[in-house]
């Protein structure tokens, strides 16, 4: 009796506390999903800030090019008289090139009830915004597209060019513009269906093979607007890898491009950063003809000229007849022995990086009835630039050092001046050329241009960069120039012009009838109005 008395109370103590403690689980486990709750409303706070902060920095990226958009119009002069802006009335349509699962370009016609119910303050939207031209960008010519497309797309400085032009190239080539340029041209032909039919041929302008040489090859056969790719390509760069012959069709693919890209007019084959003997020519390769090829830039090398064809440089030139500008290097281990004198009637610009003397001779045996021009990247040993000097000065016109520091240990432009005085201009970068003495023979010398570009290999030794100075200075003003009228300055003189040293020089020259003139518009032009 008193075990059942004891144990009554117990059981309903029990009964009494074991909901308590069900229903204290249940609260919180409420709780748990509640922070769980305020956690994410708190993600998707910050979330939804990072999104207003991107749509305001989105619609001040159209506002800035709504704004140059106007400028373009304002600066041609862009005007509707009767206010049509070539769109249809009851419709806009918006070109977009975006690719569907068939790979088909799409195209989205956008009504104008469909634009009114657009949120007006969308950066994306189809209305005009405060602020916004009057004009539609599809009033716009597809040249001036085409102009603004290629200028923004444009990596100065161009090294692709058949014409001569001071200075160029002799600078340091900038890798970066040139992949910012890439970029912003796959960038353009994704934005509208107008700018990809107006840069798909610029972004296929300039091609270099590397890896994945079977889609390049598939890609330059496709057909877009009734024409393949590959004869949009310009300018190839082809490096010798790809030509290797350790089988009979080991370099099948690379011909494959070339017989793709018919218009080229520039081709390169480059220096090769890895060893040379990585690559091996085991069987010969075949020719191909390049009857649109204006400027060549090649790097010899002798294992690769024998298997011929498109490895050998002397079959390259006589495939190439309208060739304009021509860039030579490496050693030339045997002089090659042919039948007939090579002849290129169009070659107007030679330009000699480090050769041999062997290199040297086999040069002087072609025919060259065109050549005007001629820049010297270095110093060739055992003088061999007089022998250029002798075969090809009387006809020259322009003779150029390049930026190298060879020019400082000798002195080089009496020697040209000796073996060219029919030159009629004459250009050097005046902190990298030992200054000559003064020069007493008669020269037809008319024009001569300095590039101020700093060696950072003299910068510390004043005495003698002064010295250079006064004696480059001296050779200028006191040297027999008789025909002399312009002197044109490249880069940043700006110190320099200061000095009293070159103030009383300018006053000589002008005593003269020699103008001082500064290049403007960038390196590669001059102002001729500008005189000292």
């Not at 009857?291 to 050998?312: P, V």
Request: net charge neutral; with cysteine; proline share 6%.
């Amino acid at each position: 009796m008193s075990a059942h008395t004891a144990t009554g109370p117990v059981n309903r103590l029990a009964k009494f506390l074991r909901p308590r403690k069900q229903a204290t689980a249940t609260e919180n486990k409420n709780i748990t999903q509640l922070t769980r709750a305020e956690k994410s409303i708190q993600v998707l706070s910050v979330e939804n800030e990072v999104l207003k902060n991107a749509n305001e920095a989105l619609k001040k990226k159209c506002g800035d090019l709504q704004d140059r958009l106007q400028q373009v119009e304002k600066r041609l002069e862009v005007e509707d008289k009767d206010g049509d802006l070539g769109v249809d009335s009851d419709e806009q349509e918006v070109d977009v090139a975006g690719t569907g699962a068939q790979g088909v370009d799409k195209r989205c016609t956008v009504s104008k009830e469909a634009q009114a119910k657009s949120e007006p303050s969308s950066p994306l939207s189809l209305n005009h915004q405060p602020g916004m031209s009057t004009h539609d960008h599809q009033s716009l010519p597809p040249e001036l597209w085409l102009n603004i497309i290629r200028l923004a797309t444009y990596a100065p400085p161009r090294l692709d060019v058949p014409n001569f032009e001071p200075f160029l190239g002799s600078l340091d080539h900038d890798n970066k513009g040139e992949a910012d340029a890439k970029a912003l041209k796959c960038a353009v032909v994704q934005v509208c269906r107008l700018w990809r039919d107006l840069a798909l041929s610029i972004l296929y302008e300039d091609v270099k093979v590397g890896r994945g040489v079977q889609s390049l090859v598939e890609a330059l056969g496709k057909t877009y607007g009734g024409e393949q790719l590959g004869k949009c390509v310009r300018r190839l760069e082809l490096p010798y890898p790809h030509t290797g012959t350790i089988t009979n069709t080991s370099s099948d693919l690379a011909l494959q491009v070339l017989q793709l890209c018919p218009e080229i007019e520039t081709l390169v084959r480059p220096f090769m950063q890895g060893p040379p003997d990585a690559v091996r020519y085991e069987f010969p390769i075949r020719s191909h003809s390049f009857l649109n090829l204006k400027r060549l830039e090649w790097w010899h090398y002798n294992d690769a000229t024998r298997s011929g064809g498109i490895n050998s440089l002397i079959n390259v030139l006589r495939h190439s007849p309208n060739l304009q500008y021509l860039i030579v290097g490496g050693e030339m281990w045997t002089s090659p022995q042919t039948g007939n004198v090579l002849e290129l009637p169009a070659l107007k610009t030679l330009r000699l990086r480090r050769i041999n003397p062997i290199f040297v001779h086999q040069i002087c045996r072609w025919r060259l009835p065109s050549l005007a021009h001629i820049v010297v990247d270095f110093p060739l040993e055992q003088n061999a630039l007089d022998t250029i000097w002798q075969v090809f000065g009387a006809r020259l016109c322009t003779v150029e050092f390049a930026r190298h520091v060879g020019f400082l240990l000798s002195d080089q432009i009496t020697r040209f001046l000796r073996g060219c005085p029919q030159v009629k201009t004459f250009n050097y970068f005046f902190n990298f050329t030992s200054p000559p003495p003064i020069f007493e023979q008669q020269c037809a010398l008319q024009c001569i241009s300095l590039h101020a570009f700093p060696c950072g290999m003299v910068t510390d030794m004043i005495t003698e960069a002064q010295e250079r100075i006064r004696l480059h200075l001296a050779f200028l003003s006191r040297s027999s120039f008789p025909a002399l009228r312009h002197i044109i300055l490249y880069g940043d003189w700006g110190e320099l012009r200061l000095d009293p040293r070159f103030v009383a020089f300018e006053q000589t020259m002008i005593s003269k009838g020699c103008s001082i003139e500064h290049a403007t518009g960038g390196t590669h032009s001059c102002n001729q109005s500008l005189s000292a």
